[in-house]
């Protein structure tokens, strides 16, 4: 690991990699990266690289754990190996079991579960490469999957972390900053700004932690809109076969 910096923010107000304290990492998506899931989607965010796959919805087996009003939705957040600087044991931890459970929960408000009773909805995220934000990269990375496998949702999710270093809130931590800093809040949201989930680590004041969700709410908004780009770029291009084969 690398020794804690000295300082965080410069005299300038700037960032380690030389972001202010209200911008994020810069995010890419693509759509339909696997050809054998219904939907998925290859999101990079700063150093952060995460690959979601969706699968259903499906014929849940074995029966007995089927729903017969409802599909359920799995979610499995997985850290490959290689993604970190020391090996990440491979399997399921309390982290990734911890992160899997209140991903799925995330998106609880959204997914249409009424519209498959006896069903399933899988979601995989696989990180491949992290460096600080993952569960919330591989929530956005999800949201993507979820919709582009034609699940019925009132929405998309969008997720980020706020946290705090050398006492200054800042939005998306970095590996550094959420290593060393202290505190570190991840949140996800719906479209119309209703959280689904909040965690945190290390200590906020009221009034900063008012200020760190105003922050996360502002970060979600501006994913939001690079997801929605993402979706009708690739909108659009079916669109135009669609109406190539009229
Ligand atoms: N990390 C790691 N090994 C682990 C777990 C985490 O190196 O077993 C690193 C990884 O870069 C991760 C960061 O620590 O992104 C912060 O982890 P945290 O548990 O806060 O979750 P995240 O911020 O990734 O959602």
């Not at 970190?84 to 399921?92: L, Q």
């Not at 491949?128 to 034609?150: F, K, M, P, V, W």
């Not at 997720?159 to 970095?174: E, F, N, Y």
């Amino acid at each position: 690991m690398a020794n804690k910096p000295e300082k965080f923010i410069d005299e300038n107000g700037l960032r380690l990699d030389g972001r202010a304290v209200d911008e994020m990492r810069p995010m890419t998506i693509e759509i339909g990266v696997l050809s054998r899931a219904d939907g998925s989607c290859y999101l990079e965010w700063g150093k952060n690289k995460i690959l979601a796959a969706v699968y259903g919805p499906r014929e849940l087996h074995p029966r007995r754990m089927q729903k017969p009003d409802e599909a359920i939705v799995r979610y499995r957040y997985n850290m490959a190996a290689f993604s970190v600087e020391d090996r990440a044991r491979p399997g399921p931890s309390r982290r990734s079991i911890e992160i899997s459970k209140v991903s799925r929960d995330a998106f609880a408000p959204i997914i249409m579960t009424k519209y498959y009773p006896s069903a399933v909805i899988d979601v995989f995220a696989e990180v491949l490469q992290a460096d600080a934000g993952t569960r919330t990269a591989a929530i956005n990375a999800a949201s993507i999957a979820l919709a582009d496998a034609g699940i019925p949702m009132k929405g998309l999710i969008s997720a980020c972390a706020v946290g705090k270093v050398d006492g200054q809130l800042v939005l998306d931590l970095s590996k550094d900053e959420d290593n060393y800093g202290n505190a570190d809040l991840p949140i996800a949201m719906t479209q119309d700004g209703e959280i689904s989930l909040l965690q945190m680590d290390g200590n906020l004041t009221k009034e900063e932690f008012k200020k760190a969700l105003e922050m996360a709410t502002e970060g979600c908004r501006q994913i939001l809109e690079i997801q929605k780009e993402a979706l009708k770029k690739k909108f659009e291009s079916h669109e135009e076969v669609v109406k190539s084969l009229v």
